[in-house]
């Protein structure tokens, strides 16, 4: 069987390609997702009851590569009304999270295990010290943060569960701005980008608690960029994508919708 990957072209500041990252492995863990409904449309005993429960609980890993949630995300009954914030909690994978069948969720042996993100492939472009191929790449991240995506903005809409019916929620991570180094809201020096990566002996690309100097910088402007590209809305046409007219902002402009 083939191999899945994603391949995720490289942009620096200037808005130039300089390489191809290609990720065989891309997960996170998600410890919960909470919903939340506009302020202004609690206003029934039910409606307020509901605010503080909307939620799923976790942990949840998230395999991108092999589209896979794991366990599967149960389907929960919603009050009408429109929904306007999404908090994702991510956290470390640790030893007692267990799977529906009372295994551990991640064996101690996986890389994910200890982390929130993990991600590994090969990169081909610039580095700092000159163009590599196939280069093994990987990075994590161990941190417990929570987030929020909000429908905040003039044109941004939120989310409107309608009662009766089947509404098919998708937060999209959108990877292909992960890695993006042109976006000033992540990156506001707009000094360091991809290219200027050190690679270790090996050559390999190893980004992770450790990493100092510019690759620690260009680790945090990726971190950014996670949490940037995160989005939410309604799968109106049934394709288990989230298309730009879908999302929390339908007027905006998401530049990389994938």
Known sequence: MKQKRIGIAMTITIGVTIGTLTLTDARINLGEVELEQDDDEIDTDDETAQSTEIEFEGP????????????????IEMLSGTYDNIKLQLDKVEA???DSAGEPLVADTDPLFGNSIYLA??????????????TPFSLSFDFDEEFELSALGNTAAGLFVEDGQLNPII????????????????NSDGLIDFGDLVTDAGPVIVLDETTVGDNATIREII?????????????????GELESDEDDDPDGEDGNDT
């Open 60 to 75: 949840f890993v998230v395999d991108f590569v092999q589209e896979t949630v794991t366990p599967a995300l149960p389907r």
């Open 96 to 98: 007692d999270d267990l």
């Open 121 to 134: 492939g090969t990169y081909t472009g610039t580095t700092a010290g000159g163009d590599v191929t196939d």
């Open 171 to 186: 937060i999209a991570f959108r990877m292909a701005q992960w890695f993006v180094f042109d976006n000033l809201e992540t």
């Open 223 to 239: 971190k950014n960029n996670i949490e940037e590209s995160a989005d939410y809305g309604e799968d109106e046409d049934g394709s």
